[in-house]
């Protein structure tokens, strides 16, 4: 189904050099008879043959996904890490889509304050809704006990710092062996999970830091030379943010794909 174009400006939190994905360890299960959905939407295979350069941008009730993996939809719309989202067939990583979905006027609520990074919002909701109508997607939720790291304050305090404004919004920059994020209005939640997604492991927020933080953090990937770009994400958390990483096991939530379809073009 065609979409209309739209005058309409498309914002989104910007991840440079990264997939823009909102990720967090639970999973909120809706079931599909209480799941908004679009009211239209295009799905089309990209097939540019370009990796890791998935991007996607919203706007009030318009979805656009650009050269986005089927994985890619559920971590952004189940607020996952790839490591929690389990099984399926090979092409749910290698295939890539561009999708434009737009939902009914007014059925998107616009956002009065900042967003909750750990619960999927209506636009997820119905990704959700359209990954199950369109890819025929099931899933099985389970729960398994995993390597986990805990987020705490350090000894000498949070170096954490109150808010000049409520933007609610988190940047980050990759590259050159560098990574930089800057949370502005940010929970210390949206922190830990993104620490997560770069670890590939869950990041369990135990600060009892609560409400909102502007906070800037640099550190050297897992690639670089650590002596020659930055201090380490356990360093430089110590030291520019006041607080410390700690390994442990904990029950995590995963999302098993039982099945899954390529959706016809349209």
Do not use: C
Request: glycine share 8%; net charge neutral.
């Amino acid at each position: 189904m065609k979409i209309p174009k739209m005058a309409m400006a498309v914002v989104a939190i910007t991840m440079v050099g990264l997939p823009i994905f909102d990720q967090a360890i639970p999973i909120f299960a809706q079931s599909a008879a209480s799941r908004p959905s679009f009211e239209v939407a295009s799905i089309k295979e990209n097939n540019s043959g370009a990796r890791n350069s998935g991007t996607s941008t919203r706007d009030g009730g318009l979805f656009i996904g650009t050269n986005v993996s089927v994985k890619q939809l559920i971590m952004q719309s189940y607020r996952l890490q790839d490591f929690q989202v389990i099984g399926g067939p090979d092409w749910v990583n290698t295939a890539a889509f561009d999708i434009q979905a737009r939902a009914a006027e007014g059925a998107v609520p616009k956002e009065t304050g900042p967003r909750d990074y750990a619960k999927p919002d209506t636009m997820a909701l119905m990704v959700q809704s359209l990954l199950e109508e369109r890819f025929q997607l099931k899933v099985r939720h389970e729960t398994r006990e995993m390597s986990v790291y805990i987020l705490n304050v350090g000894k000498d305090g949070s170096k954490l710092k109150a808010p000049a404004g409520q933007t609610g919004s988190m940047r980050a920059n990759g590259s050159n062996g560098k990574m930089n994020v800057v949370g502005t209005g940010a929970p210390v939640s949206a922190l830990a999970t993104f620490v997560g997604q770069q670890l590939r492991r869950p990041v369990i927020d135990k600060t009892n830091l609560e409400g909102l933080f502007d906070f800037e953090l640099s550190w050297a990937n897992a690639n670089a030379p650590t002596d020659e770009v930055g201090p380490s994400v356990f360093t430089a958390l110590q030291e520019q943010l006041g607080l410390k990483l700690e390994s442990s096991k904990a029950p995590v939530e995963v999302l098993l794909i039982e099945s899954v379809q390529k959706p016809s073009e349209n």
